[in-house]
């Protein structure tokens, strides 16, 4: 059972990396980067709740948290990029401003 | 019965990451985000993590998964990827994957619920360690990171110079 969840999770962690190399549109990377972090959080569940270490689940918990922080910021990011009139591809973000 | 639960959902998570990953459509996409996140979901729940389980469904699913769809529409972004007059959806969604994936959860309950018949409800010693861990000696960590959320929901807030 652990060899499985282990490789279904570095499976999810590498098609999520494929989705941030792969694919151009901001929402679609960040979709892939989405995918890593529950790839990741996998891996550290599963051990945490085979081996009944409350302090692995604490972990798991306080990545979750962060990443749902990040995603906030992520998305406000995108939206704004296309308030401003850009297109929301990674292509056409070259240039920073400041 | 758990241990032949286990590979049939990490194959359909499997699966649906690859189908995210192929989809043009964005709305697609994330119908797939959202059928991994459910059977990472049960993953996790079969390896004793009932209640980071139950925290990730609420978080990704719940949460995550709506602000991203309201993104995709608020940024029109997959204005270019639709299909009108698609066989299946006027977004380009093919309804077959959005049922196979949201199916597939109450599949796996089933056969969850068939394996719990009999056996005792109450949470494994890991759940009821959790609390008194994040708010004992993990306690500080968990209010950075309540910080963190509340700066993260500042940042959608619209300064006056880009109102102006």
Redesign the interface.
């Known amino acids: 059972?652990s060899a499985?969840?282990w490789?279904?999770s570095g499976?999810?962690f590498l098609?999520?990396l494929?989705?941030v190399v792969?694919?151009r549109?901001?929402?679609?990377m960040?979709?892939?980067l989405?995918?890593m972090v529950?790839a990741g959080?996998?891996a550290l569940?599963?051990e945490?709740?085979?081996?009944?270490?409350?302090?692995?689940?604490?972990a798991?918990?306080?990545v979750?948290?962060?990443?749902?922080?990040?995603?906030?910021?992520g998305?406000?990011l995108?939206?704004r990029v296309?308030w401003s009139g850009r297109p929301?591809e990674a292509d056409a973000l070259r240039e920073l401003r400041g | 019965m758990i241990h032949w639960l286990v590979p049939f959902a990490g194959a359909a998570a499997v699966a649906f990451a690859a189908l995210m990953l192929a989809q043009r459509s964005l709305y697609a996409a994330a119908i797939c985000f959202l059928a991994v996140v459910l059977q990472v979901a049960v993953l996790l729940y079969a390896s004793g993590a009932r209640l980071l389980a139950l925290l990730l469904l609420l978080i990704y699913a719940g949460a995550v998964a709506v602000l991203i769809v309201v993104s995709i529409q608020a940024s029109g972004g997959d204005q270019r990827t639709a299909a009108p007059r698609s066989r299946w959806n006027r977004l380009g969604l093919p309804w077959p994957l959005l049922w196979v994936g949201l199916l597939l959860p109450v599949f796996d309950a089933a056969l969850l619920a068939a394996r719990a018949v009999g056996t005792p409800t109450s949470g494994t010693a890991s759940d009821l360690a959790l609390g008194p861990a994040l708010f004992g000696p993990y306690a500080a960590g968990a209010e950075a990171v309540a910080l963190l959320m509340l700066f993260a929901a500042l940042a959608v807030i619209k300064s006056p110079e880009e109102k102006g």
């Open positions: 059972m499985v969840v490789a279904v499976m999810l098609l999520g494929a989705a792969l694919r549109q901001l929402l679609a960040f979709l892939g989405e995918l529950v959080a996998l569940g599963h945490a709740g085979r081996a009944g270490l409350a302090e692995g689940l604490v798991v918990l306080l979750l948290a962060v990443a749902a922080a990040e995603a906030v910021v998305l406000t995108v939206l296309h929301t």
